[in-house]
């Protein structure tokens, strides 16, 4: 099956949608990813899996993971269309962006697990092109070879769109990825200093243009990252935390190894756990409780995830 795919790497295909040039509206009912109720839990609680990553089947310690708390089977259905968004705003190594390796990996299970196109999409920081860092990196050729079809967003065309966020009004979206598919996130675990961590919610600025991004870093940072997420939509985050960092970041900083993969359905509870999982260093610049940071608080005022330790559960 995969040869087959590799057989006919096509060009990559992701259609604009139509939109005026105005500001659109789009609300939390829509944006990039399909809404729906996260179906990653058990008694009523979202589920967060934290599993080790002990030996060399990099594969199956993702599935391990994804099965923890259900399954791809819970996310994926047959003939899916999967928009998968790593992290690639530098080359540098990872965690400072994302693992080549861990990424088709993750499209190889996606595949395995009933989708028809995997689309790995991302824009790299604005003095940077996505496309470059995915060569150099070797991101674009490990992609064709799981058969997933690539978009660099930053040589595509933006949508303004107004979110509706107390401190974002409004951003630019790419065109192509407000199509109706579901969106897996797949991000790396480590600190920033200026949002304190980038982990699954920080993920979601990757999604704006990029020269909005400097404007984003001004004021209210945090409380930006989560209003940014009322439109941004995904139905599995998959955290790569087998190295992190505990200071510094986003591009560098103080390297440790927890050894860990993380998945759920639920952005405010796998965010939480991975900064427990980063606390758990000494000397790591995230000394406040996890609940007390202002990304996490204003997540939670926003409904988008679990309000407290109470709505989910970790499975090891």
Not at 46 to 59: C, H, T, Y
Not at 210 to 228: C, G, N, V, Y
């Amino acid at each position: 099956m995969l040869l087959g795919r590799l057989q006919h790497v096509r060009k990559p295909k992701f259609p604009d949608v139509t939109l005026p040039l105005q500001v659109v509206c789009v609300s939390t009912k829509s944006g990039i990813g399909v809404v729906r109720e996260n179906m990653l839990r058990k008694d009523g609680k979202a589920l967060v899996s934290k599993i080790r990553a002990e030996g060399n089947d990099l594969k199956q310690h993702i599935l391990n993971a994804v099965e923890a708390i259900g399954g791809f089977g819970k996310v994926v259905e047959k003939d899916d269309q999967i928009l998968l968004k790593p992290n690639f705003n530098t080359g540098d190594a990872p965690p400072g962006s994302s693992d080549p390796d861990f990424i088709k990996a993750v499209i190889e299970l996606l595949y395995e697990h009933g989708a028809c196109n995997v689309i790995l999409g991302e824009s790299s920081m604005m003095s940077a092109s996505s496309r470059k860092i995915f060569e150099d990196t070797g991101m674009l050729n490990k992609a064709h070879e799981a058969g997933a079809d690539v978009v660099f967003f930053d040589e595509g065309d933006w949508a303004k769109v107004r979110i509706g966020g107390k401190f974002l009004k409004n951003v630019s979206l790419p065109k192509g990825a407000l199509q109706p598919r579901k969106l897996v996130n797949v991000c790396c675990m480590k600190t920033h200093k200026w949002a304190k961590f980038t982990l699954s919610m920080k993920l979601a600025v990757g999604f704006m243009k990029p020269d909005e991004r400097m404007r984003l870093h001004l004021t209210h940072l945090e409380e930006k990252i989560a209003d940014l997420n009322l439109v941004v939509h995904p139905s599995l985050i998959i955290m790569d935390g087998r190295k992190c960092f505990i200071n510094g970041g986003p591009a560098c900083g103080e390297l440790k190894e927890p050894n860990l993969i993380l998945a759920s359905g639920d952005r405010i509870a796998i965010d939480v756990e991975a900064i427990k999982s980063i606390q758990s260093f000494e000397g790591n610049s995230l000394q406040n409780d996890a609940w007390s940071y202002t990304q996490i608080r204003r997540a939670v005022d926003l409904e988008l995830g679990s309000r407290n330790e109470r709505a989910y559960a970790v499975v090891s």
